[in-house]
């Protein structure tokens, strides 16, 4: 893509809302509703997109300036966007996104695999974050909704235009704009809730940064209690997620119930448990996708998974956490994406994949695997027809795919994790998560992973808070592999860690009723004397403080840092290089002393010890210590002598009294070490033995505790399984026993097991009289059925279908009827013995009905020649005696001898107008006649545009006088009679002609699009094929109550005087219009113009009806 170099957006200097306003041409209108509503003092910029714009830049920008007050320009590179301005993106630009800014660049269909449309929504969102708003106007059910999506996954709020289906029979919560939209309003409707929705954004600190947050937190007590109120009702803690993410979406919602204060909205949770499960679920933001950043996914079959197969024996199982799941579309692609990969290879290796979310709502939609046309569009055909099911509208996750996955509700910063992991995907979680909780996931990661584990983390995420857990593998796609250099345990949560710490410090105090000095005193020397120091890496980053480090190290500016040589004081970092780089040479300690810091008073002792462990990276104890302060006092040769003798004689005596103390000392010490000994051996051998226990009872507890939590999830799902099966055995034998056909399941033997209510009542059969008997010996065997045994047989032995076998049976009242019966086998090897289906059918009465039918059919078609005949010759003799008397009377009008009053010669002139109305209708009335029947023969790709251009040729002295305009878009070729639909166009464009406004040149406008029409009635078509043609002027137009009578014969608004007609045009073109198996509606303002809507349901073959 060509990029214009210069911004016109940067976060890092912005922070007004910009919101993105996309359309199509056709709503247009829409735009200029939204844009007259929107006040002059906003704070916000926009920017309007519109999709296939087919009018000139500055046309646009003067319809959009008309009835507002806000500035309207057209957007330029470089000029950053301002507030209370709205900016129109030209026809040939859209925008484009990098680091946090927005620039302009060439307007194309696609971009990046995604629609113009969503392109633009997209920018906006990943440039201008939690600021971005989107308003969707456009009438399209796909295009944008992506965009929203994404809108709404960085912090911004989406709004969509409410449809007219939707106005007339309700929402529809399928509906991917609904579900992607946060609010869905008429146009004019929409401004009001966008500012109302800043304003309390602005109220709750929405835009507040988490350091102004921390210092309102004190007195914000209600934003604390409602958190505290969705802790205890439903087990979730969002204190530690960043606030202001969680203030927005609780703003959200606040004016969604139209509460303006936050302190009204606490009362309202309080008694509105509803209102809490959809704060909690706002608070969630469900947005994935099916393979969701192509290249991650084509980074996993080359890197990650060889990598897991590389420690894999013939047993071992991959094991893969999908952290965070959502509604399964990750777990999901992951899962398809490892099947191709071992199908490759062809290698069965069992495959675990554990998802896990928060959300019940989330998990349940996963484990049903159901997913719209709107869900899967990112996937391929090929990979949607190998691992998916589409039944009706949707499509279902195939049973292979389905069983590699386990999901269960779970959270991942407070419940154990799952153990003896290959593969940890975590994407978009932890950018809600501050980093106390950053922390503990990590660390909770870290310890589910095996050693050559690898995590998947989301684009804006990083490793950066706990280094030394994890090392980048594959950097630009943010896969890190673990590092095993540091032990971790499970973080347990604080409400577990009071559980925990209690029992445990009651088994303590159980066990040992003495107090342990020796410990006591080892850890008091320990915290106090020791001295002040460090523990890192062969990278130099430190993983462990111990003591006041204060005085030698500081903490660096910016992103956080934690190499020693960045935080050490001046002065230092040299020599505590030299330092370790000696001790890592020799593996034996070294020392740097005496040495002076800049701007302070004492000298710094510097030690480094290597430390032994049994992980292959060396670690180093770096101690730090202060030594001798530097005295600034001043003294003459003399004095420095005289004190240099006194402090020598202070010292030797402090020494002397020192070696005869020391002595003392030592005896006793002796002398008590000698009776400790042996009962010191025996202590610490003791707690050597306890404390190797201790650690592996705790190892036994944490894998328990894995363990424990993934057989819980497999419970959950096992239950979930199991309710499923039940709802469908309750559903299945609902539709049974409430279907009309008979019913009858029979085993290998040919015995009944079971009949529906139907059967029993159709053949007034007792229950006992045919359950458990064979089929020939009950009441359908009286007939041809036995005939059918062989059949039969072969369907339940081979699984085979048997369709539409005919069956006579007698009654018992002695009627004989005529059954279809089909057979549809039942059969399992793990279940039982192969059944089958025996479905029933009764079509005595239909083959009744159809031969009435074809009797009547052959009356008809002889009536229908006998009326083409009467018409044609009663047309002829009508028109000859009307042609007569038109002539004849003209004839007598132009006779200058005879001599006619002027009373005559109106009455003649009269008899002439009649006579050719009285033709005109004859030839109508003909025409309608003839418009019967149609062989296959008549349908051929029609040029539609070019059947217009030849009407408009030969009426064009009419379109002349009246200097009228006929616009024609793109219409495609679609199969019609071409003579039919010539006189459809021709009547509705004579008639747009003839009802024009006087004064006003009349505009034609014929357009098309592919259409779903809410009022198709057609059995053979399906409701999303259809073309739909409109013919809109701007004519007199139609009362609204005149639109059901429109297209009946001889129907007129106006009488003859004011113009002429027959009342058949229209009543011509429904008949023609139903020849096509399509229909005709009309919409009509008086004043305003009428419209005229052509629905062609596009057929392969129009005799299918």
Known sequence: MDNFTEKIFDIRKHSLPVVGVAASQESLQEVRTLVKNLPVKCGMSFIVYIENQNQPDAELLKQLSDGTGLKVKTIESGNYLNPDTLYILKSDETLSHSNGTLSLSERRKRIDSLSALDHFFVSIALA??????????????????????????????????????????????????????????KPEDIPSQLLLLESVYESNYSYSSEKDIKILQGDDEIYIAILDLLRQKLGNDFSNYRQPTIRRRIARRMVIAKISTSKVYLEFLKNSP????????????????????????????????PRILENKKDNDKIRIWVAGCSTGQEAYSIAISLHEFLASKQLSIKVQIFASDISENSISKARAGVYSRQD?????????????????????????????????????????????????????????????????????????????GMLLLGKSESTNYTPGLFEPLVKNLKIFSRLNSVHTKIPISRERAETISASKAKAVKKEFSQPDFQKTAQKLLYNSYTPAGVIVNEKKEIIHFHGDTGPFLLSPQGKPNFNILEMVREGLAFEVRSALLDARKTQQKSIKSAIPLKGRKYLADIEVIPLENNTEEKHYLVLFSKSVKIVGEQLDDEGIKGKAEKRIKDLEKEIQQLREDIKKVTEDQESANEELQSANEELLSTSEELQTLNEELETSAEQLQSNNEELLAMNEELIDRQEQLVFSRLYAEAIIENIREPLL?????????????????????????????????????????????????????????????????????????????????????????????????????????????????HDLEDKNKQLASFTSVASHDLQEPLRKISLFSGMILKNKKNVLSEESSTYLNRMIVSAGRM??????????????????????????????EDICTEIDDLILSKKAVVNVGDIPHIKTIPPLMRQVFINLISNSLKYSREGEPPVITITASAD??????????????????????????????????????????HSKEEYEGTGIGLALCKKIMDLHYGYITCIGEPEKGSEFNLYFPILTNPQTN
Do not use: W
């Open 274 to 305: 509803s209102e809490l499960d959809l704060l909690f679920n706002d608070f969630l933001i469900p947005v994935t996708d099916f393979f969701r950043d192509s290249q991650v996914f084509k980074i996993l079959p080359e890197v990650v998974f």
């Open 1012 to 1053: 779903s029409s809410p009022e198709a009635v057609f059995t053979n078509a399906d409701k999303k094929s259809f073309m739909h043609i409109r013919v809109k002027d701007n004519g007199i137009g139609f009362p609204k109550t005149a639109e059901s009578r429109l297209f009946d014969p001889f129907f007129r608004l």
């Open 128 to 185: 201008c974050r939690e600021s971005a708003r989107a308003i969707l106007l456009s009438d399209s059910k796909t295009d944008g909704v992506i965009g929203l999506n994404y809108i709404k996954e960085q912090g911004g709020t989406a709004f969509a235009k409410i449809s007219e289906s939707v106005l007339k029979n309700g929402a529809n919560h399928n509906d991917p704009v609904f579900e992607a939209a946060d609010f869905i309003l």
């Open 919 to 948: 033709q005109q209708l004859i030839d109508d009335l003909l025409m309608y006649s003839k418009v019967t029947s149609v062989s296959q023969g008549d349908f051929i790709e029609t040029d539609i545009p070019e059947l217009i």
């Open 376 to 452: 899967v569009r990112r996937i391929s055909e090929k990979r949607l027809s190998r691992y998916f099911t589409k039944i009706e509208s949707s499509y279902h996750i195939n049973k292979e795919i389905r069983d590699l996955c386990i999901f269960a509700s779970h959270n991942f910063v407070k419940d154990p994790p799952f153990a003896k992991l290959d593969f940890v995907s975590c994407r978009n979680v932890l950018i809600y998560l501050d980093s106390y909780l950053q922390k503990k996931a990590f660390k909770t990661f870290h310890y589910g992973l095996l050693p050559e």
């Open 745 to 857: 399941i029979i085993n290998s033997e040919l015995r009944v097991k079971s009949a529906n209510a139907s059967f029993y009542n159709h053949f007034s059969a007792a229950e006992e009289s045919i359950e458990g008997r064979v089929i020939f010996d009950t009441v359908i065997a009286s007939g041809n059925l036995s005939d059918l045994r062989p059949q039969i047989e072969l369907s339940i032995s081979n699984g085979s279908k048997m369709d539409n076998a005919e069956v006579k049976i007698v009654m018992s009242s002695g009627h004989e009827k005529t059954m279809i019966m089909n057979v549809r086998p039942i059969s399992n090897n793990k279940l039982g013995e192969p059944l089958a289906l025996l479905a029933f059918q009764d079509i005595t009465d239909l083959l009744r009905t159809n031969k009435i039918l074809e009797y009547t059919n």
